[in-house]
Antibody, heavy 118, light 110 residues
Framework: QVQLVQSGAEVKNRGASVKVSCKASGYAFTGYFIHWVRQAPGQGLEWMGSINPTSGVTKYAQNFQDRVTMTRDTSINTAYMELTRLRSDDTAVYFC???????????WGQGTRVTVSS | QSALTQPPSASGSPGQSVTISCTGTSNDVGYYNYVSWYQQHPGNAPKLIIFEVNERPSGVPDRFSGSKSGNTASLTVTGLQAEDEADYYCSSYTDSRTWVFGTGTKVTVL
C-alpha cells in the first residue's frame, strides 16, 4: 500500500534551517510529483511547492521562493524540503503529499511538527 | 496567490445535509476543473474526498459530492453522520501552475 513516512519533530532557533524528509513506498516514486503543504497551529493548509521526482524540477509558492529548497533521492525513494532563515511564524506541521493521476493529493505523510523557538 | 474563501463553519443534525462553498477567481477555481476537497480530523493528515470537482476516490461514500459554477465550487455532504464532523478544505490548481487551498470550514454535527 502507498505510504509516505516523514521524519520526526524538530525544534529550531530563529534564523536556523530545517530539513524534513518524506520516504515513499508502495508505488513508483518517480511517477508522481511530491508536494509540500504546511499548517500553522489552528490555521489552514498552505501549499509550499512541488518536485518532479524524475527530473528534480521544482515549483515553489511565491511566499517561499527565496527560502525553500525541495530535493529528492531516487535511490531511496525520498523527498526533502529544506526551509532556511526560520522565523517564529514558520512554526507549523509540514506535510508531504503525493499528487495522483489527477490534480489532487491522494496520499499524505503523517506530518512533521517544526517548532521555531526564540 | 490569495487563499480561496470558505465559510468558517457549517453545521447540521444527523441525517441532514450541509453544503460548503469555496470561492476563488477566474485564475484558479474558474480556470480549470481541478478543484479538490479534503477532510481533516484533529491531529490527522488531510484525506482526499473529491477531485476534479465531482469525482470521488474509491472508498469515499457517495454522501460526499462536489459541484462548480463559475468561480465557486461546493461540497455537499448528505445524510450527515457523527464521523463527518471535521475540517474541510477545498483546493484548486491555478493558471500559474501552482496550487491554492481554501481557508477551511469546520463542520459540526449537532
Amino acid at each position: 500500500q502507498v505510504q509516505l513516512v516523514q521524519s520526526g519533530a524538530e525544534v529550531k532557533n530563529r534564523g536556523a534551517s530545517v530539513k524534513v524528509s518524506c520516504k515513499a513506498s508502495g508505488y513508483a516514486f518517480t511517477g508522481y510529483f511530491i508536494h509540500w503543504v504546511r499548517q500553522a497551529p489552528g490555521q489552514g493548509l498552505e501549499w509550499m511547492g512541488s518536485i518532479n521526482p524524475t527530473s528534480g524540477v521544482t515549483k515553489y509558492a511565491q511566499n517561499f521562493q527565496d527560502r525553500v529548497t525541495m530535493t529528492r533521492d531516487t535511490s531511496i525513494n525520498t523527498a526533502y524540503m529544506e526551509l532556511t532563515r526560520l522565523r517564529s511564524d514558520d512554526t507549523a506541521v509540514y506535510f508531504c503529499a503525493k499528487r495522483g493521476g489527477s490534480y489532487a493529493f491522494d496520499y499524505w505523510g503523517q506530518g512533521t511538527r517544526v517548532t521555531v523557538s526564540s | 496567490q490569495s487563499a480561496l474563501t470558505q465559510p468558517p463553519s457549517a453545521s447540521g443534525s444527523p441525517g441532514q445535509s450541509v453544503t460548503i462553498s469555496c470561492t476563488g477567481t477566474s485564475n484558479d477555481v474558474g480556470y480549470y476543473n481541478y478543484v479538490s476537497w479534503y477532510q481533516q480530523h484533529p491531529g490527522n493528515a488531510p484525506k482526499l474526498i473529491i477531485f476534479e470537482v465531482n469525482e470521488r476516490p474509491s472508498g469515499v461514500p457517495d454522501r460526499f459530492s462536489g459541484s462548480k459554477s463559475g468561480n465557486t465550487a461546493s461540497l455537499t455532504v448528505t445524510g450527515l453522520q457523527a464521523e463527518d464532523e471535521a475540517d474541510y478544505y477545498c483546493s484548486s490548481y491555478t493558471d500559474s501552475r501552482t496550487w491554492v487551498f481554501g481557508t477551511g470550514t469546520k463542520v459540526t454535527v449537532l
